[in-house]
């Protein structure tokens, strides 16, 4: 029999305890999750990170990716611009009514295996359904706690003058690869989302350079432009950014010229934006582009004198707005 999940509690349909038995805790079965309580008690020692996001996706599967996976690399992503590695990871799902248990299924194991190749362990969750045309299928909330490196003092206050502007690779990805599988393109092609964890290339920037690293940030919604945008306000300072280093792939602009949107303000799942101490930069740039993901790393710009918050373009001179 096709089972679909309903309301109230899958009653009617698939029992939750059957929906828990079956699916989440054999496919995500560990020491903590098998308890099945309402929370867990861990043992964490020294100085933690902490960091919640929620996510969606339309199709909930995609060239390079799916929610499942977008979720995870999410949390961990979260926590590596902390300068900290994911430890644990809880999991909350909105479904909707009538999903199907294989779709279900196939979420979660691209949940586990994110979670694997991240070293995280998911050790709690929560799931409610929703009456239908409530969501698209699915959401998911994941929380993640992890350890801070020792060497990390990641912080918008330590920018200065002088400063240098990094990107770790091709802005838009994510964001023109949903848009292609949702035949926004009209079919024309079949991009690929960059959705991957980042903490293997924070914690060997840092165990390098350490406080040289002063700030990070993954450019998810609102793309690089907004992060730029946001952090030069924080700072109060100018970020002149050249245009013609920014690493945009060819067949991303040529997609977002298609689809009539900026690649700068499309959103990635998969690179990061650091500002780092000018005399370890070039450096900073050569390790990234020895680490999985970053090999189009590249200095896009400077932090300037200027006290007025802005981003500029020099190619251009134009504020990014």
Known sequence: MQYTY?????????????????????????????????????????????????????????????????????????????GAVAKYISLCFIIEEGLSPYVFKQVLLSIKDAAFSAGVTIVTGDTK??????????YINTTGIGYVHTR????????QTGDVLVVSGTPGMHGVAMLCANGEDGGKGVM???TAPLHEMVFRLLDVFGNDVKYLR??????????LN??????????????????????????????????????NAGILMA??????????VALMRNCAGGE?????????????????MRSLQEELV
């Open 6 to 82: 309903s309301i109230p509690g899958f009653k009617g349909a698939l029992p939750a305890s059957k929906v828990y038995q079956d699916c989440v805790f054999e496919i995500l079965s560990n020491k903590w999750l098998d308890l099945q309580h309402d929370g867990v008690v861990l043992s964490l020692n020294g100085k933690m990170a902490f960091s919640t996001g929620s996510y969606m996706a339309n199709p909930l599967f995609f060239p390079g990716g799916s929610i499942g996976n977008l979720a995870v690399n999410g949390a961990v992503n979260n926590l590596a611009m902390c």
């Open 129 to 138: 359904v929703v009456e239908k045309g409530s969501c698209n299928g699915l």
């Open 152 to 159: 990390a003092a990641i912080d918008y206050k330590r920018i």
């Open 192 to 194: 690929q989302s960059d």
């Open 218 to 227: 993954d450019p998810t919604g609102g793309g690089i432009a907004s992060v």
């Open 230 to 267: 946001e952090t030069a306000e924080l700072t109060n300072l100018c970020f002149a950014v050249d245009e013609e280093h920014i690493p945009i792939a060819e067949e991303i602009r040529n997609a977002c010229d298609s689809l009539g949107i900026d690649p700068l303000y499309t959103e």
């Open 275 to 284: 500002v780092v101490k000018k005399e370890s930069a070039a450096a900073c």
């Open 296 to 312: 189009k790393a590249a200095i896009i710009g400077e932090v300037l004198t200027a006290s007025s918050g802005e981003v500029i």
